[in-house]
């Protein structure tokens, strides 16, 4: 999902604080008219909006946007720590589920230390009662926020190829791998599937068909059925079933023919 804000129109910032979480608590379920930024600090949290789910770890940014629902999936770890602000909503604000253009709602901020920097400002000004330097710093995060956008178009696809690549014996559901890169699963699946063109999925099927080749070619006395074990197929018929539907014909006529 991405978040769109109007830059021709100052927002505002409304409200602003650090929280501490000595307790697990659950996010309260509601919509507000404003938009919620929250930076997890320190701790985890699952936080729902409409029908997704966010998983939030030390430097994620979660952007909840106005109008929409957002409900705590679980309590935050004891001992959370977060800062947040509410930003108002303003014409040509929008939340769009497949927009090219805009901000993701979950994004890591670890990438760029400018934004933990630039939340803190507008906190503190906020606090201080200096609207006018809270409602700059937000034009300024935004920037920040639109510099890491711009630079992990390929990165988090690449990252997504390389945790695939290096765990031959895994199948991993698309949800496991957004949570290892701190992105929400839309993200990672669209992200992907632009970079490489076709889905999470397909690839790591098409990649573990590559490797039964290898072992066929340099292993020929492995059996089949150990094959399917050692790429994480749940038996040697899910296996055979998934390698004729890409290469057209069983493993067995395979290694006959080769």
Not at 16 to 44: Q, W
Not at 56 to 70: F, M, Q, R, V
Request: proline share 2%; glycine share 6%.
């Amino acid at each position: 999902m991405k978040n769109v804000f109007n830059t021709e129109i100052r927002h505002k910032i409304t409200e602003a604080n650090i929280n501490f979480y000595a307790t697990p608590f659950v996010h309260p379920k509601r919509k507000m008219n404003e938009h919620d930024f929250i930076y997890m600090l320190d701790g985890k949290w699952i936080i729902g909006q409409n029908s997704e789910e966010y998983n939030l770890k030390k430097d994620s940014l979660l952007i909840l946007s106005a109008n929409n629902l957002h409900y705590g999936v679980t309590s935050c770890d004891e001992g959370s720590k977060t800062m947040y602000f509410h930003l108002s909503c303003e014409e040509g604000d929008g939340f769009f589920e497949n927009g090219e253009q805009g901000i993701d709602t979950l994004i890591d901020a670890s990438l760029n230390s400018n934004i933990k920097k630039y939340f803190y400002e507008i906190v503190n000004a906020k606090i201080s009662g200096d609207d006018i330097k809270a409602n700059l710093f937000f034009d300024i995060l935004l920037h920040e926020i639109k510099l890491i956008q711009n630079n992990d178009f390929g990165k988090i696809g690449e990252e997504i190829k390389k945790i695939i690549h290096r765990n031959p014996e895994k199948f991993f559901s698309n949800k496991e791998l957004s949570e290892k890169l701190n992105v929400s699963v839309k993200t990672a699946e669209n992200k992907f599937k632009a970079l490489f063109g076709i889905t999470i999925h397909q690839y790591m099927l098409n990649h573990k068909i590559e490797l039964a080749i290898s072992y066929f070619k340099n292993f020929p006395e492995m059996p089949i059925k150990e094959i399917s074990y050692n790429l994480g197929f749940y038996d040697e018929y899910h296996f055979s079933k998934q390698f004729k539907k890409i290469i057209g014909v069983s493993p067995s006529e395979y290694k006959n023919m080769a």
